[in-house]
Structures are given as structure tokens and as C-alpha cells.
């Protein structure tokens, strides 16, 4: 359930949503509301954002994405800091909303670890076969393991989906240039 709207002048932050500077009133009162769902799923903290949004703001229908978009960005940010976690960011984006990490095809795989022993990144964690468990520490756009997998069991996302990927992230958290 929503909480009051803050009483008395409610503090305004300025957001860039969808290309334009917006004023968000109750910002701070409602992300420490919505910090207390912190141990819930992503989707019921989204739920909580959008429902404390709203009880101090009009939020034109056709825009909640957007909206939504932006705060859950700096809600996480904010729960990052609360759980003692860094929140890692590539060019003013969230990583977690980047997909680029590698994929292993098990058919192929031959097991031999030169990816783990490779990535310095600590992307990849082996115990009976190499997998892939820190994805979001994969360097957007690197590709060396691939490159050193004789088998060919290792793939990333192409180059032209990045970019696309990249101009729509952009978009949302109105970066005008890369
Ligand atoms: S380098 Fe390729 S074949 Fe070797 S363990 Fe990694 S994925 Fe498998
Ligand atoms: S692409 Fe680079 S950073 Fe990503 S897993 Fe492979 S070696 Fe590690």
C-alpha cells in the first residue's frame, strides 16, 4: 500500500525522463518506503516504486515506462548502497541491463578451461565444466575468450545487437551521446 503523500512541501528532484528534465515530488520519502521492500522480488519493488510515484505524482499513462524506467534506475542505485553493494554502471548504464557475457554451447564444449583460466574477470566458475556465473563482470564488447576457444563453444550476442542494444538504453536514461 502506498504511503502518504509527504506532508507539509514535499522535496522535488529532477529526473531526465524520456529526453526531457521532470520534477518528482516525495522523491526521498518515497525511495525510503520503497527501500523497505528490499528483500522482495525486482517486480514487487517495481510495484511499490510505481505505487508511491503515483500517490504524489501524475503520471501521464502513455509515459510510465519511461517513468518507471528512470526511478527504478535510481532506486537501484539506492538499494545498492543500502546492501553495501557497488552498483557497476557502463557509460551511465546499469550493467545488469547490458546482455553482453558469454554463452557456452555444451555440445561442443571440450572442457580444457582455457576460458576460465583466461577471463581475469572471474566471469566464468568451473567444478565438473566451465559456466558462466558472474556474467555482468564480462567487459561490454570483449570477446577474447571466443577467441581462444579451439572448440568454438563460445558465443556473445553480435556486434550490431549491441549497438542497437546500446542506442535504446541510451534512449532510456536520455544519454545523448555514447
Ligand atoms: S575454452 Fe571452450 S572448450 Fe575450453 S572449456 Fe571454455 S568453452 Fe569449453
Ligand atoms: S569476453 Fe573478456 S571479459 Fe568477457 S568473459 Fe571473455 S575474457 Fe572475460
Redesign the pocket.
Known sequence: MPGQCCPGKPAVKRLRIGGQEVGIAGYEEMMERVLEHVHESDDEQREALLSELRACNYVPPSSEKEYLGALWSEFRQLRAKKLGQVEEQYRGIPREEIPWF?T??RE?????????D?CKRGV?T?SK??MVTNPYRCIVSCTG?KD???????SFPSLVELRETMKQLRKKYGILTD
Open positions: 558469454p557456452i554451447d561442443r564444449c571440450t572442457n580444457c578451461g582455457v576460458c576460465v583466461f566464468y568451473t565444466f566451465p575468450c581462444r576457444c579451439d572448440a568454438g563453444a563460445i
